[in-house]
């Protein structure tokens, strides 16, 4: 599979950040690097994953 096309699905609220790391077959924490997306230090994501028009 496409590891742009599961990206994308991850940033389109499609599927968690849990299944994007399995579906590419890496850890969560190498998720985030892959996707740009910063870390708090309690381990939450700094990006909200719904859309502002409340569009999925």
């Not at 890496?26 to 910063?38: A, F, H, K, R, T």
């Not at 708090?40 to 909200?48: R, T």
Request: glycine share 10%; hydrophobic share 35%; proline share 4%.
């Amino acid at each position: 599979m496409d590891k742009r096309k599961v990206i994308t699905a991850y940033r389109r609220g499609f599927i968690t950040m849990q299944e994007c790391a399995q579906i590419l077959g890496i850890d969560s924490v190498q998720i985030l690097g892959l996707v740009g997306e910063p870390e708090h230090k309690d381990g939450s994501s700094v990006l909200n994953k719904q859309p502002a028009n409340g569009w999925r």
